[in-house]
């Protein structure tokens, strides 16, 4: 496992070890969660700039299939330690652009030309989920239910363009689109523009590539919205990874937030 941040790496391998399978995990610093030494049976900790070391870790450990879990923070792309790393300096100049799927395609790629497989990585995890349902008592109405699918739309288009997975709509006003700032800081930009009441949508690509960037929200998101006293959390249903759904519906239960699965 190629494994990033927050907590999708180590629900990964807890459903992974669940399955019988053995995990090597390559662990980047300043992104991946030391938690996750306990979740695995070897974790190999590299630099970023490093990063095609994760290669030899993998053939040395007898490694043919590998799955990309959790983010690397996508500021990074611009810091130092990629400016002065010449194998990324590389990788990145060999792509036509910077997009999700460029990078990642990239990187899928490379992993193969060395013998390597990529799975899907929603493998193991179907149970986290959800599928077509309104996951909190509170039910959107009417206006929230047209916000709800005029966003849906939206963020298909966006989705097409790998531009991102999430927009922010509010009273059919296109409020936020999310770039590279990714979820949460796209929550706090949007309660600064329209303050309460928005709604949150996020969905997959039209063209998703299931190996790597499904989207994922989770307890942040939650907390994130209801601190801007936003009034829906939609996903796309069966296609949305929810982290920590229970204390997250739990909340939005106590806070008014209503949290669907479309």
Request: aromatic fraction near 6%.
């Amino acid at each position: 496992m190629i494994a990033g941040n927050r907590k999708f790496p180590i629900l990964f391998a807890q459903a992974a070890k669940r399955k019988g399978c053995h995990i090597v995990a390559v662990a980047v610093e300043r992104d991946t969660s030391p938690g996750l030494k306990k979740f695995v049976d070897k974790i190999h900790w590299i630099k970023l700039k490093d990063f095609s070391q994760a290669f030899d870790i993998f053939k040395e450990e007898g490694v043919v299939n590998v799955v990309m879990a959790g983010q690397i923070s996508p500021r990074r792309l611009f810091s130092k330690e990629v400016r002065n790393s010449p194998e990324i300096k590389e990788l990145l100049e060999s792509i036509v652009d910077k997009r999700a799927d460029t990078i990642f395609g990239a990187i899928a790629r490379r992993l193969e030309s060395v013998g390597l497989q990529l799975l899907d990585s929603t493998l193991f995890m179907q149970e986290h989920m959800p599928g077509k349902a309104t996951l909190t008592k509170k039910e959107p109405d009417f206006n929230l239910w047209e916000d709800i699918y005029f966003g849906f739309d939206l963020a298909k288009e966006v989705g097409c363009l790998d531009i991102g997975q999430t927009v922010a709509v509010k009273n059919k006003a296109i409020v936020a689109v999310e770039a590279l700032e990714g979820t949460d800081n796209l929550i706090r930009r949007a309660g600064r523009l329209a303050r309460a009441g928005i709604v949150l949508v996020k969905v997959s690509k039209p063209k998703q590539d299931k190996r790597f960037d499904i989207p994922v929200v989770g307890l942040n998101t939650v907390k994130n919205l209801i601190r801007i006293k936003a009034a829906c959390l939609a996903i796309e249903a069966g296609k949305t990874l929810f982290i920590d759904r229970d204390p997250s519906v739990k909340l939005a239960n106590k806070k008014g937030l209503a949290i669907v699965a479309i």
